[in-house]
Structure formats: structure tokens, C-alpha cells
């Protein structure tokens, strides 16, 4: 069974906070993850990608793997209202082949 | 990143009309294109696996005879959405990943379909 977890929330965060975007998966052997952003009507975008247990800074974005808890989490420092969006997790699965699945995505409102 | 494009971005068509839609690796070659879905509020759904030169793979519950997909070059797919009807009216977004790459799923535009 190939599924991935998200709050769908909103989020809401006021400007220059720290936005925390959490995710789950069932898929134990899974290697691969993926943060994508998603403005209204538009395409994915990728943010990050993570492939080994700790954390992975990129910027304002932090990504961080814990593969034993199936939990894969991003962090946004310093939100900006140009980060309001909806913030997708994707996750390889084996069953899946090279194809990724998502989450149902986190909306992301920040406030100025 | 690598640049995908999908053609048409906007269609309207009537109930019974096919649509089709496409989709091009700009700057690298494809073995391997993916179809999602998106409906509103909704995430993406993984449709199907187009593989370059072979048949197509589809997910659990999408129908193979509805949504056509040819993947006859490496750097071009086609969904074709056949006999429409109102409740096909959804996102159709392709995607694909370098070959060698690290994994990751570069995404075209997206095709709005809306079926009257």
C-alpha cells in the first residue's frame, strides 16, 4: 500500500516565523523524498530533496529525515508571504518504481 | 533543473470529443515519463508510467482505454483523453526525471481539461 501523510492544515504563520511542515509514509524501504511547492492552478515546483536520516539545510529550507519513524519534515525559516502555498511531500516507493507518490499537500498561509 | 513542457495549458471540449495532450523533455531525454492527475483540493494522482517505445503502465483503476499514452520518442509523450466526459474535467500534469539524475521529478505546466 503506497501512502503518504500530510495535515492538510492551513498553516498559518505570521512573517518571519519558522513554518514546520510534517510527513508520513507506509513504505519502510523507502529512499527517496521529495518537498515540492505548489502555488494555486500551477505545477509543482521542487524545493528539496533528502535521501539519508538527519537534516538538509537549503537556504531558508530545512529538510529532515528520520527513516526508523517513517517522518519526514520541512522546515521554512524566516516565512515570508511569498511562501504561502501548498507544500507537497513525494516519496519514491519501491512499488512504485521510479515514479513518486505525494501527500495531499500542507497549505501554507503567511501573514505579513 | 530540467525543463518539461506541456501543450496545451488551457482546453475546453465537449462531452464524447477527444482531447489530447502532450508532453516534451526540453533539454534531456525521457525513457520514463509519468502522468499524474490533480483534482481541486486534491493531491496528485499517479495515472501511469509512460515507458519510451513499450506500452504504457497504468495505476490501479485508470483505464487504459480511456486515457491513451504513447511515449514514441524520448522526448515526447501523449495522454489522450478519449470520449470525454464532465467528470474527466481535471489537472493533467507530466512529469519526468533525468536519466542518471538523483531521483528527482521535473514537472511541466500542466493541462487544464474542462469538459462541458
Known amino acids: 500500500q503506497k501512502e503518504v501523510e500530510q495535515n492538510s492544515g492551513p498553516l498559518s504563520v505570521p512573517e518571519g516565523a519558522i513554518a514546520s511542515l510534517n510527513c508520513t509514509y507506509s513504505?519502510?524501504?523507502?529512499?527517496?523524498f521529495f518537498w515540492y511547492r505548489q502555488y494555486s492552478g500551477k505545477s509543482p515546483e521542487l524545493i528539496m530533496s533528502?535521501?539519508?536520516?538527519g537534516d538538509k539545510e537549503d537556504g531558508r529550507f530545512t529538510a529532515q529525515l528520520n527513516k526508523a519513524s517513517q517522518y519526514v519534515s520541512l522546515l521554512i525559516r524566516d516565512s515570508q508571504p511569498s511562501d504561502s502555498a501548498t507544500y507537497l511531500c513525494a516519496v519514491r516507493m519501491k512499488e512504485a518504481g521510479t515514479a513518486l507518490i505525494f501527500g495531499k499537500g500542507t497549505t501554507l498561509s503567511v501573514s505579513s | 533543473g530540467a525543463v518539461v513542457s506541456q501543450h496545451p495549458s488551457w482546453v475546453i471540449c465537449k462531452s464524447g470529443t477527444s482531447v489530447k495532450i502532450e508532453c516534451r523533455s526540453l533539454?534531456?531525454?525521457?525513457?520514463?515519463m509519468f502522468w499524474y492527475r490533480q483534482f481541486p483540493k486534491q493531491s496528485l494522482m499517479l495515472m501511469a508510467t509512460?515507458?519510451?517505445?513499450?506500452?504504457?503502465?497504468?495505476e490501479q483503476g485508470v483505464e487504459k482505454d480511456k486515457f491513451l499514452i504513447n511515449h514514441a520518442s524520448l522526448t515526447l509523450s501523449t495522454l489522450t483523453v478519449t470520449s470525454a466526459h464532465p467528470e474527466d474535467s481535471s489537472f493533467y500534469i507530466c512529469?519526468?526525471?533525468?536519466?542518471?539524475?538523483?531521483?528527482?521529478?521535473?514537472f511541466g505546466e500542466g493541462s487544464r481539461l474542462t469538459v462541458l
Open positions: 513504505d519502510r524501504v523507502s529512499q527517496s
Open positions: 533528502i535521501y539519508s536520516n
Open positions: 533539454d534531456f531525454q525521457a525513457t520514463t
Open positions: 509512460s515507458n519510451e517505445g513499450s506500452k504504457a503502465t497504468y
Open positions: 512529469s519526468a526525471g533525468r536519466a542518471g539524475g538523483t531521483g528527482e521529478l521535473f
